[in-house]
């Protein structure tokens, strides 16, 4: 019995030694499967950067337009200045137009987010002094922007 234990053991043993590890998977370029992984999510956060870098170089050229985090409704500091700033040409207006934006490829309720974003902002002018009845509110949910626009129609 003791002869057959250690033939079996020697027999599995043996079969260990002909078999070489399993070697890490390789995708593109060499790198490993999970370092491709990693560099495609890197990259992904480098176009979200890019994006809202874009953004935030609209409104320095563009201070109508709001931009927002894509998960946020709520005004953040610049973009309550931004407000601030269209302040005197809001309460000589007849209308403002406030369009708020989302986009629906990456949000679920798309147009609730957007009227949130467009409700906000005209909640930051009417708090300012600007009369609730001549700003109307509206949404765009087809463009891939999250923002609120302030406009000044004549």
Request: charged fraction near 20%; aromatic fraction near 4%; hydrophobic fraction near 50%.
């Amino acid at each position: 019995m003791f002869r057959l234990a250690v033939l079996t053991a020697a027999i599995l043993l043996s079969a260990c030694t002909q078999n070489p590890p399993a070697k890490e998977a390789v995708g593109p370029w060499g790198k490993s499967a999970a370092n491709a992984a990693a560099a495609n999510a890197t990259d992904a956060a480098k176009s979200k950067a890019t994006t809202v870098a874009k953004d935030a170089a609209t409104n320095a050229v563009d201070p109508s337009l709001l931009a927002f985090a894509t998960q946020s409704v709520k005004l953040d500091d610049q973009a309550q200045a931004q407000v601030k700033l269209l302040l005197p040409q809001a309460v000589t207006a007849k209308t403002i137009v406030i369009t708020g934006y989302c986009n629906r490829k990456e949000i679920g309720n798309a147009k609730a987010a957007a009227m949130a974003r467009a409700n906000n902002a005209k909640k930051e002018l009417v708090n300012l002094g600007v009369s609730a009845s001549k700003i109307k509110v509206k949404v765009v949910t087809d463009e891939p922007r999250h923002a609120a626009k302030i406009d000044f129609p004549a």
